[in-house]
């Protein structure tokens, strides 16, 4: 069971460059999330998606886009990328059934350095 | 609005003491709570949930959590802390499908 898969685990970019994370589940999930974390702040939503073909913005979400490619996987997208956008991300899912009561599962993260 | 406050930002223990970290939410609507635990280079994994009925709530390695209601506490307990606790703690909220909030974190410290 692979559960919630993470590429790349480490990424060093330039200020304006571009990337894409990417994330996949195999537990048949509705819900997939994609949070950054830093020092002292906890874990920041930045985009969700309740369903296929659905994305919405979440705390944090100026400077990223997001695609819902299928139910199995949600990329995030850095355009152009800023030093504070330096943080580790983590891609989660949760859900099979769209109920409000179920934990969500953690990909193990992109550590994730502007310079 | 619904959020997740956790009071303690770093929490230094001796191995075999007890320890309370501590989370407090807002919410106008019931809400479902989670803690969840990440070593050190990991990713978050779930420790134990509320969703309804006892307010006392378990996990395997001996963590517990209560949920009080008229508080808006779901503080986590441990009666004797391990070297192998030493972890950050977050305590997390849903109250509908979509959203799922965190608080900012409590690292656990223990100490030989």
């Known amino acids: 069971n692979a559960g919630v898969t993470q590429t790349p685990k480490f990424q060093v970019l330039k200020t304006g460059q571009s990337m894409t994370l990417q994330c996949a589940q195999d537990m048949n999930h509705n819900s997939m999330y994609w949070y950054r974390q830093d020092p002292g702040m906890g874990l920041r939503l930045i985009y969700y998606s309740a369903s296929e073909g659905t994305t919405d913005k979440g705390e944090v979400p100026n400077g990223y886009n997001v695609s819902r490619l299928n139910k199995r996987e949600f990329s995030l997208r850095l355009e152009s990328a800023a030093p504070s956008q330096t943080s580790v991300y983590f891609c989660?899912?949760?859900?099979?059934?769209?109920?409000?009561?179920?934990?969500?599962?953690f990909g193990q993260g992109t550590r994730l350095t502007v310079v | 609005a619904q959020s997740v406050t956790q009071l303690d930002s770093q929490v230094p223990v001796f191995e075999e003491a007890p320890v309370e970290l501590r989370c407090n939410y807002s919410s106008s609507v019931s809400v479902y709570l989670f803690w969840y635990v990440q070593y050190p280079n990991q990713g978050l994994q779930l420790l134990l949930k509320y969703l309804s009925g006892s307010t006392l709530v378990e996990s395997i390695n001996g963590f517990e959590a209560e949920f009080n209601k008229s508080q808006t506490s779901f503080h986590l307990r441990k009666p004797s802390v391990h070297i192998s606790d030493t972890a950050e703690y977050f305590c997390a909220l849903s109250y509908n499908f979509n959203k799922f909030y965190f608080g900012s974190g409590t690292k656990l410290n223990v100490k030989p």
């Open positions: 989660a899912s949760r859900g099979k059934r769209k109920v409000r009561n179920t934990e969500a599962f």
